[in-house]
């Protein structure tokens, strides 16, 4: 079977999206629907706004690239804070706040296998303890141990440097730890 | 000290997570900070450990149309960003919905537009007059129907696109090549994904796939013959056409892999396009249970069969964190743009200070500000 052929940059399918090829387009958002939808569905703990809230960040980020034709030196931080600004928006919008009790399991849809039962009850706690973080608490969490980036891409997410990032993981796992703690009490 | 921990935290656990030491090893090295770290390290491997969350495949692709669509029918009418503003000021969201939107364009179709003028501009040409109210309709059909039905609804767009670029050429109209290409690329994209969501059903569009099949074959053969001929203005939109054409066929070849074996695009080497540029590649084996891809061949018995060893069956199943673009951090676009020769987008929304959705000062992405 022949290789597959090397995945293009990032920019060059800005570059063509802002050509007006849409195919283009389609290619960053197979690269990345699924690390935006896990991080707006770890936000926002709700499969159907999750859902709307991935699709809206890709409408506005290609309205931005068409309209603006800003000059973007990391794609994937980009859609993170258009998706992080719309989460803030959702927030501010609904009004909506999420009791310990109504935030659902990261895995809420997928069947138990058959001895998980008391981790998915472990990993219940924990996702709840993630959502009680401050946002930009949250954020760190997500981007590093949910989406896997590097301390680096984390940076450029939040807009900070790389030792910002390091301290503010220190602190995140810090509350983290206290809300768990709290919840077995 | 704070930072002393935050960064002995930090290197460990990139140290644990690249396997260069275990859990065990870090906490040893550091017995000042013991408990800390025991608390702390297994809580952050918990974490990563959490069972990856992947957007549903009928979401994924719905969504990827719906966006693809979006973005084919505003390209279409550059001035429906002054609109869309006015009446993201007035209106409830779930009025801007594209379903919503379509609809509402429907309405206006019926009420406005003779059923005579709508009939005039099925045979609209990009860059003709019409052409809007032409590809208007074509989006209100996809609004009103579902996703399986859509499937079939972009091949018929996809041929209707294909005898677009045929005619055109037939004018020497090359300079408006461009716009039909896109849409024919973007609605191969969009029936490829539905085919692929909806694959039991794809049988049904077996023939209507041959044909398109044939038509894209036909489409690029005539083009190839042409290319060499035109001056470099008329190229661009032509090579357009090409690549869309070439792109469909693998499209159809990845999706029918028996039927559809991928080859040399538009199936006919370069330099034997004058003999054959109608039918079958030469090639093309017979498909599943004696079906092949003949000129015009009634639905097999099971066109998709053979092709699951091919297929991404897995597409629910998580990915690994961080997705395929781990440590992708590409540098600016720098000298990104079109040639000065394409307009690439609606001049009126770019930049409008208004528009803080658009993100004006192009420092910050879309989206509201915290």
Redo the contacts between chains.
């Keep these: 079977m022949a290789p597959k052929p090397p995945?293009p940059?990032?920019?060059d399918l800005?570059?063509r999206t802002?050509?007006?090829?849409?195919?283009a387009?389609?290619a960053l958002?197979?690269?990345?629907?699924?690390?935006i939808?896990?991080y707006v569905?770890?936000r926002v703990a709700s499969?159907d706004d999750?859902?709307d809230m991935?699709?809206e960040?890709?409408?506005?980020?290609?309205?931005?690239l068409?309209?603006?034709?800003?000059?973007?030196?990391?794609?994937?931080a980009?859609?993170y804070?258009?998706?992080?600004?719309?989460v803030?928006?959702h927030y501010?919008t609904h009004k909506a706040t999420h009791s310990l009790d109504q935030v659902p399991a990261?895995?809420d849809d997928?069947p138990l296998p058959e001895r998980a039962v008391l981790d998915q009850l472990?990993?219940t706690r924990?996702?709840r303890a993630?959502q009680n973080l401050e946002?930009n608490l949250q954020q760190v969490?997500i981007c590093r141990?949910?989406?896997?980036?590097?301390?680096?891409?984390t940076a450029?997410v939040l807009d900070t440097n790389e030792?910002n990032t390091?301290?503010m993981?220190?602190?995140a796992?810090?509350k983290?730890?206290k809300f768990?703690e709290m919840d077995l009490d | 000290m704070k930072d002393d921990i935050a960064h002995i935290i930090a290197e460990n656990l990139d140290a644990i997570e690249h396997g260069r030491i275990t859990l065990e090893e870090a906490i040893a090295r550091y017995p000042e900070y013991r408990d800390e770290l025991l608390e702390l390290l297994p809580l952050a491997l918990a974490i990563r450990d959490l069972p990856a969350v992947s957007p549903r495949s009928s979401f994924r692709y719905a969504a990827r149309g719906r966006i693809l669509r979006e973005i084919s029918a505003r390209q279409q009418r550059p001035q429906g960003g002054r609109l869309k503003r006015v009446f993201q000021f007035t209106f409830p969201q779930f009025l801007l919905r594209p379903a919503f939107s379509l609809a509402v364009i429907l309405v206006l179709l019926v009420a406005t537009l003779s059923a005579g003028t709508v009939y005039a501009a099925g045979g609209a040409l990009p860059g003709d007059a019409l052409y809007p109210v032409k590809t208007a309709t074509e989006e209100v059909r996809l609004t009103l129907s579902d996703d399986q039905a859509d499937a079939a609804l972009y091949l018929q767009f996809a041929d209707e696109r294909l005898e677009e670029i045929n005619r055109l050429a037939a004018r020497g109209r090359y300079e408006d090549l461009a716009i039909a290409a896109q849409r024919l690329d973007s609605q191969m994209e969009s029936a490829a994904s539905l085919l692929d969501l909806y694959e039991a059903e794809a049988s049904d569009q077996y023939a209507q796939i041959d044909r398109l099949y044939e038509e894209l074959e036909f489409t690029y053969v005539l083009l190839a013959a042409l290319e060499d001929n035109l001056p470099e203005p008329a190229q661009y939109g032509i090579n357009l056409a090409m690549q869309a054409s070439s792109k469909g066929q693998a499209k159809i070849a990845e999706l029918f892999p028996n039927n559809f074996p991928p080859g040399p695009p538009g199936g006919v080497p370069p330099g034997q396009s004058g003999d054959t540029p109608v039918g079958p590649p030469e090639g093309k084996p017979e498909g599943p249970q004696g079906v092949g891809p003949q000129k015009t061949p009634g639905p097999p018995v099971n066109p998709g069969q053979g092709q699951g060893q091919d297929k991404d069956k897995d597409k629910d199943k998580p990915e690994s964190p961080g997705g395929p673009s781990q440590g992708n951090t590409p540098g600016p676009p720098e000298g990104a743009g079109p040639p000065e020769d394409v307009d690439p987008g609606p001049p009126d929304d770019r930049g409008r200070p208004e528009d803080t959705s658009t993100n004006p000062s192009g420092n910050q992405p879309a989206g509201g500000k915290p």
Excluded at chain 1, 18 to 23: D, N, R
């Design positions: 995945e940059p990032d920019a800005i570059r802002m050509m007006g090829e849409a195919a387009y389609g958002y197979d690269r990345y629907i699924d690390q939808y896990r569905y770890a499969r999750a859902e991935t699709e960040v890709f409408l506005k980020t290609w309205e931005s068409v309209n603006s034709r800003p000059t973007i030196t990391n794609f994937q980009w859609l804070r258009t998706a992080h600004n719309l803030i928006d501010r990261l895995n997928k472990d990993n924990l996702v993630i946002p969490i141990f949910i989406n896997g980036l590097s301390h680096a891409e450029q030792n390091r301290i993981q220190y602190r796992l810090k983290l730890r768990l």
